[in-house]
């Protein structure tokens, strides 16, 4: 499933240009991620966020796409050309699957953007990378990011209580999902 094209996907939307993100964009990720509001329901985003961790992550990501085990994009207003945050798939091979994450400036909640982003995510995992799962988890103390799952075609699948501990407290997390199979009928419906 290794990406053997040799420019790096990267997808317009109505309002987005989804695209990898480069070094340049290292002050901007750390300034954004590192936001309090951002980094309290994310499952794994630090608070304070590391000088300097932005541009090994970029570097990580642009690895992980080369060797095709994950696509990270950045969001960026078509527009006004402003980074606002990121979306990524992360693949297991063998099982053919996907997760979705994904993070926003705070000042750019609350617009659909995240929502906008995912469903064109979805849309390259199932027609171009041909996945047949793409799932994703949501701590339930973050209903706009189950939001943006749900309203992205996936399902809601389960709750684990007390799945994961962020800051030394025990959260509980839903889980979405959706397969090939049910994106395919989704589509028909169109």
Same mark, same amino acid.
């Given at each position: 499933?290794?990406?053997?094209?040799?420019?790096?996907?990267?997808?317009?939307?109505?309002?987005?240009?989804?695209?990898?993100?480069?070094?340049?964009?290292?002050?901007?990720?750390?300034?954004?991620?590192?936001?309090?509001?951002?980094?309290?329901?994310?499952?794994?985003?630090? @608070?304070?966020?590391?000088?300097?961790? *932005? &541009? #090994?992550?970029?570097?990580?990501?642009?690895? /992980?796409?080369?060797?095709?085990? =994950?696509?990270?994009?950045?969001?960026?207003?078509?527009?006004?050309?402003?980074?606002?945050?990121?979306?990524?798939?992360?693949?297991?091979?063998?099982?053919?699957?996907?997760?979705?994450?994904?993070?926003?400036?705070?000042?750019?909640?609350?617009?659909?953007?995240?929502?906008?982003?995912?469903?064109?995510?979805?849309?390259?995992?199932?027609?171009?990378? @041909?996945?047949?799962?793409?799932?994703? *988890? &949501? #701590?339930?103390?973050?209903?706009?990011?189950? /939001?943006?799952?749900?309203?992205? =075609?996936?399902?809601?699948?389960?709750?684990?209580?007390?799945?994961?501990?962020?800051?030394?407290?025990?959260?509980?997390?839903?889980?979405?999902?959706?397969?090939?199979?049910?994106?395919?009928?989704?589509?028909?419906?169109?």
């Amino acid at each position: 499933m290794a990406n053997t094209n040799p420019a790096p996907y990267q997808f317009m939307t109505e309002r987005l240009h989804l695209r990898p993100f480069v070094q340049s964009d290292a002050p901007v990720v750390q300034r954004l991620a590192g936001e309090h509001a951002v980094a309290r329901t994310t499952l794994s985003l630090p @608070h304070p966020y590391p000088a300097g961790a *932005a &541009a #090994m992550w970029i570097d990580f990501r642009t690895d /992980a796409a080369r060797h095709g085990h =994950g696509y990270t994009f950045a969001i960026v207003h078509k527009e006004s050309q402003a980074l606002m945050g990121c979306i990524s798939l992360n693949i297991t091979s063998e099982h053919k699957r996907g997760e979705i994450g994904y993070w926003l400036g705070q000042s750019y909640w609350g617009n659909g953007y995240t929502t906008e982003a995912l469903i064109q995510l979805v849309q390259f995992g199932f027609e171009t990378i @041909h996945l047949n799962r793409i799932w994703g *988890a &949501a #701590m339930t103390k973050n209903p706009a990011s189950s /939001a943006v799952m749900l309203k992205a =075609g996936l399902n809601h699948e389960g709750t684990f209580k007390h799945h994961i501990r962020k800051w030394d407290q025990f959260e509980d997390i839903h889980y979405y999902g959706l397969t090939r199979e049910d994106f395919m009928q989704q589509q028909q419906k169109g």
